[in-house]
């Protein structure tokens, strides 16, 4: 046992918190070496229609290259990031590529919205609709083509604020989904205060439809968006059967690797064209 001990201790993950936290500084000082250094790409995975299968817009994806082709999941880098307080930083120069991303694209005729995740640290700055606002007219870009990707986490961080600053970004048109709806253990009640106009249905509530899961939870998340107005988004979809069970539940909108893997944007503007979502 102590071999396997010592075997352990010697890896990344090492349980001893020491050695862990060297590992985390590590990674942080890297990525923000790498994101001064322009290395840090964004990458973006289209979203469809599930009637007509027509694309309506896009999400932006963080991609941190890690060499050789390979990248580091923002499932490991961006929580490590929002505790560095390097997210806001990050997390703006997202939105300003998404932004240039969202002009390219309508200048040859592939007008769709683009989505941009936000954390809890960006939504903490003061005047972050503001700072939202400045950067949409910055670019010139219509505020319906943009939108903001917030999860319960952030809603439940401070809800007050969250309602105040999501009623101001409505109010200039920017639309807000809830990510990874139905994971954070939060209340439902804060659902009806918040101006919001989508519900993401989580991957986990998806990726067992249909062999263990009938679809009962995203079912239900589906029948509580039409209650209360709001449009539903099926994340992850990857089978056939997937999709033609939560089309049937009458869920609004599609993103997975069923239809498209997030792409570079030169990928996602042949995407487009082949998917005839752009007019010429
Ligand atoms: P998310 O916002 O829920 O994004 C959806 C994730 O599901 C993406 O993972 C996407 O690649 C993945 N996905 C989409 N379709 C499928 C599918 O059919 N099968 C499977 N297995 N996965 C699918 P990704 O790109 O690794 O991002 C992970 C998370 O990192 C995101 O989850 C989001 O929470 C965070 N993230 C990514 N980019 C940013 C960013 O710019 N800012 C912030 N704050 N967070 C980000
Ligand atoms: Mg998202
Ligand atoms: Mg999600
Ligand atoms: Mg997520």
């Known amino acids: 046992n102590q071999a396997k001990i010592g075997k352990v201790s010697s ?42 299968l027509q694309v309506i817009g896009c999400e932006a994806l963080l991609r941190w290259p890690s060499g050789n082709g ?10 490590l990031a929002e505790d560095a307080g390097l997210i806001v930083d990050i997390g703006q120069w997202v939105l300003e590529q998404a932004c240039l ?9 592939c007008d769709i919205s683009v989505a941009v995740n936000v954390s809890v640290p ?12 400045e950067t949409l ?10 939108e903001l990707e917030v999860t319960e986490s952030v809603v439940m961080d401070d809800i007050g604020g969250v309602v105040a600053t999501l009623q101001e970004l409505k109010e200039f048109g ?19 205060k918040l101006p919001l106009a989508r519900l993401k ?7 067992d439809i249909p062999e263990t899961d009938s679809g009962a939870i995203a079912s239900l998340v589906i029948a509580l968006g039409k209650s209360l107005g709001l ?50």
């Not at 390979?70 to 929580?79: E, H, K, W």
């Not at 960006?122 to 606002?133: C, G, L, T």
């Not at 249905?201 to 990726?207: L, W």
């Open 11 to 52: 890896g990344r993950y090492s349980p001893d918190l020491e050695e862990k936290m060297a590992w985390r500084l590590g990674i942080i000082r890297q990525l923000r070496q790498d994101f001064e250094h322009h290395k840090l790409e964004v990458w973006y995975q289209p979203q469809l229609c599930f009637k007509s």
């Open 70 to 79: 390979n990248y580091i999941s923002p499932a490991v880098f961006v929580p």
């Open 101 to 109: 991303q969202q002009r390219q694209l309508a200048s040859v005729g």
């Open 122 to 133: 960006q939504f903490k700055v003061p005047h972050y609709a503001e700072r939202v606002k």
């Open 137 to 146: 007219t910055r670019h010139q870009i219509p505020a319906n083509k943009i």
């Open 174 to 192: 920017v639309e807000v989904a809830i990510d990874d709806f139905g994971t954070g253990f939060s209340s439902l009640s804060y659902l009806q």
């Open 201 to 207: 249905i989580d991957r986990a509530f998806i990726k």
């Open 231 to 280: 449009k539903t988004i099926a994340e992850g979809v990857e089978t056939e059967a997937q999709a033609a069970i939560l089309k049937q539940l009458g869920c609004d909108e599609v993103q997975g690797f069923l239809y498209a893997k997030p792409m570079k944007a030169d990928e996602l503007l042949i995407f487009l064209q082949q998917h005839k979502a752009c007019k010429v």
